[in-house]
């Protein structure tokens, strides 16, 4: 089953696979959907798309979390 929120700082989205909850986020910038880490998602450390090769250079932080608290959950 899984989850996604739609929230002012982009799309995630929440899976269990193989019993492991997994969160991802969809690039604000490019699109492309890659996983977030714990300290990612609490706005801990920033999100570096760009050293991955985003054609946009996104590099931010957020808190996920309270954004995503705030837009809601959804099955997806
Ligand atoms: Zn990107």
Redo the contacts with the bound molecule.
């Keep these: 089953m899984s989850f996604v929120s739609h929230t002012r700082f982009g799309v995630l989205r929440r899976e269990t696979r193989e019993g492991k909850e997994l969160l991802l986020l969809a690039?604000?910038?490019?699109?492309?959907v890659?996983p977030l880490d714990d300290d990612q998602f609490h706005g801990r450390v920033s999100v570096d798309?760009?050293s991955?090769?985003?054609?946009?250079?996104?590099h931010e932080k957020h808190d996920f979390w309270a954004a995503s608290e705030e837009a809601g959950w959804e099955e997806a």
């Excluded at 690039?27 to 492309?32: F, I, L």
Aim: proline content about 12%; charged content about 5%; aromatic content about 6%.
């Design positions: 690039c604000p910038g490019c699109g492309e890659g798309h760009a991955h090769g985003c054609p946009v250079g996104y």
